[in-house]
């Protein structure tokens, strides 16, 4: 998986590319706990993931946990694939998706 | 990694009907559910994050026996995996009401008192959806029901009383379903959710919590490194240099 970082002040975006699951997760917490701290707007570019499984899936939940609390966060460029997840998992409507 | 998302798959493609009634609750149980950190502010996720981890652990341990269960037992078994904690997050008044069936003695103080929440939740769960099933949209009672016994059943519940655990318990004219093995399940996967690589290192910071019981017990926790399913048995991977947190997990 790659992750393509844009940080401009309190604002961190995030693109993602290739698959999001139980090797690559650990990639993603890194980076968020390096970089999280004082964001205030979050936002995830998915436009290139390819399967989110469930340990990727807890990731984007905890982002949102801590995002709910100090700011907001949003999922952008949800393809097929990974949108068929958060709806049949029921966890679309907790993360905050723009279509 | 194909188990991934099995049981959720598995139901929306058989009974599309009820895995929307299920999807509709995962934001209700999350509410509900969010209302423990009043009782445990410093406790490990138990919301969205760990319905994710019991369902992930139930998809493991199923594995190919996933072909031998009907959408009902599909239905419950995710429906248990939301709820199954909803009592730790029952109200000051529903606590007394539920104390007061359950007849337990009134907690000293709130300390008493939210030990009183956790050593009880999984009959608070019980009463809390016996009061409140109407809002979660069950298909029936009986849907309920079922629910509600899977729950009570996750935490020191006799699962052999065939009398309050049926193997075959009639959600539907002909349909059943199999009330120890989905409490079994589920009372296995929460066991089993213990690994520190479940807990996403963002969210939690040791040093923050205020009580010396609570450090330690979260870095016996975190001293957890994996929990290993093999087909024949559950290997847990464990290491610390504390010799008080490797006391507490001597065998």
């Not at chain 1, 390096?34 to 899936?57: H, K, P, R």
């Not at chain 2, 991934?4 to 895995?19: F, K, Q, S, V």
């Not at chain 2, 298909?139 to 935490?155: L, T």
């Not at chain 2, 519940?157 to 004219?173: A, C, G, I, S, W």
Request: hydrophobic share 40%; net charge negative; glycine share 6%.
């Amino acid at each position: 998986m790659t992750i393509t970082k844009n940080q401009n002040g309190s604002h961190l975006d995030l693109a993602l590319a290739g698959r999001l699951d139980t090797t690559t997760a650990p990639q993603l917490e890194a980076e968020l706990k390096q970089s999280i701290n004082g964001v205030t707007e979050l936002t995830l570019d998915l436009a290139g993931l390819e399967y989110l499984s469930s340990a990727g899936l807890r990731v984007l939940l905890s982002a949102q946990k801590v995002m709910n609390k100090q700011g907001s966060m949003v999922i952008k460029n949800v393809n097929e694939t990974i949108n068929e997840i958060f709806e049949v998992t029921g966890f679309a409507d907790i993360l905050t998706i723009e279509s | 990694m194909e188990q991934d998302y099995g049981i959720e798959r598995r139901l929306a493609r058989c009974a599309p009907e009820l895995h929307s009634r299920y999807r509709d609750c995962v934001v209700i149980s999350q509410k509900m559910l969010s209302r423990y950190e009043n009782y445990f502010p410093d406790f490990t996720d138990h919301t969205v994050l760990h319905s994710l981890d019991i369902l992930e652990l139930c998809n493991q341990l199923i594995g190919s026996q996933i072909e031998k269960l009907t959408a009902e037992d599909l239905y419950v078994l995710l429906m248990g995996a939301l709820f199954h904690d909803v009592g730790m997050g029952v109200s000051a008044s529903d606590f007394e009401q539920f104390r007061e069936v359950l007849g337990f003695p009134e907690p000293a103080d709130d300390n008493a008192r939210a030990w009183a929440v956790r050593d009880h939740h999984q009959e608070l769960s019980g009463l809390y959806l016996e009061k409140y099933w109407r809002l979660l949209d069950f298909p029936n009672e009986a849907y309920a029901k079922a629910v509600i016994q899977v729950c009570r059943g996750h935490r020191k519940t006799d699962l052999l009383d065939e009398k309050n655990y049926p193997p075959r318990f009639e959600v539907e004219p002909g349909k059943t379903v199999s009330l120890p093995y989905l409490a079994a399940l589920l009372c296995l996967a929460d066991e089993l959710d213990i690994s520190a690589e479940r807990n996403v290192s963002f969210l939690y910071d040791v040093e923050k919590m205020p009580s010396a019981r609570d450090r330690r017990e979260f870095r016996k926790h975190m001293a957890i490194r994996r929990v290993e399913l093999t087909p024949d048995r559950v290997v847990v991977h464990a290491w610390t240099e504390d010799p008080e947190i490797r006391g507490g997990y001597k065998m």
